[in-house]
Nanobody
Framework: QVRLVESGGGLVQAGGSLSLSCVAS????????MAWFRQPPGQDREFVAAISWSGGNTYYSDSVKGRFTISRDNAKNTVYLQMNSLKPEDTAGYFC??????????????????WGKGSQVTVSS
C-alpha cells in the first residue's frame, strides 16, 4: 500500500506562487507514474499535471500550462508542483496520485490507484 502525503498549500494573492510537495512511502512496485489533481469548491476533481517515472514525460491541463511545473526526485520519493502566476480560479484542494508504471503516464483520474488526502490552495483576488 502506497501512502501519499501532500504539503505546501496555503493562502496566496493572485499573481503569487506556491510549491506543493508529495512524499510517497510504502508500496511494492519499483516505479510509479505520479500526478496532481485538484477539486475546486463545489466541483468535480480535475487533472492538473502528470509525470512519468523517469521524469522525462510531463503533461499539463490547458488551464495550467505555462504556469505550473511538475517534477520529481525519485531518491527522495517526492513529486513537486510549482505553481506560478496563480489565479483565483486555481483555488482548490490539490491531490497527489500514483499508479505503478514504468513507461506510461496517465492523465485520467480513474487510472490512478493511490491518493493523498489533499492540500488546500486558496488564491485571493
Amino acid at each position: 500500500q502506497v501512502r501519499l502525503v501532500e504539503s505546501g498549500g496555503g493562502l496566496v494573492q493572485a499573481g503569487g506562487s506556491l510549491s506543493l510537495s508529495c512524499v510517497a512511502s510504502g508500496g511494492t512496485h519499483s516505479s510509479y507514474a505520479m500526478a496532481w489533481f485538484r477539486q475546486p469548491p463545489g466541483q468535480d476533481r480535475e487533472f492538473v499535471a502528470a509525470i512519468s517515472w523517469s521524469g522525462g514525460n510531463t503533461y499539463y491541463s490547458d488551464s495550467v500550462k505555462g504556469r505550473f511545473t511538475i517534477s520529481r526526485d525519485n531518491a527522495k520519493n517526492t513529486v513537486y508542483l510549482q505553481m506560478n502566476s496563480l489565479k483565483p480560479e486555481d483555488t482548490a484542494g490539490y491531490f497527489c496520485a500514483a499508479v505503478p508504471s514504468t513507461w506510461i503516464t496517465y492523465i485520467r483520474e480513474g487510472d490512478y490507484t493511490y491518493w493523498g488526502k489533499g492540500s488546500q490552495v486558496t488564491v485571493s483576488s
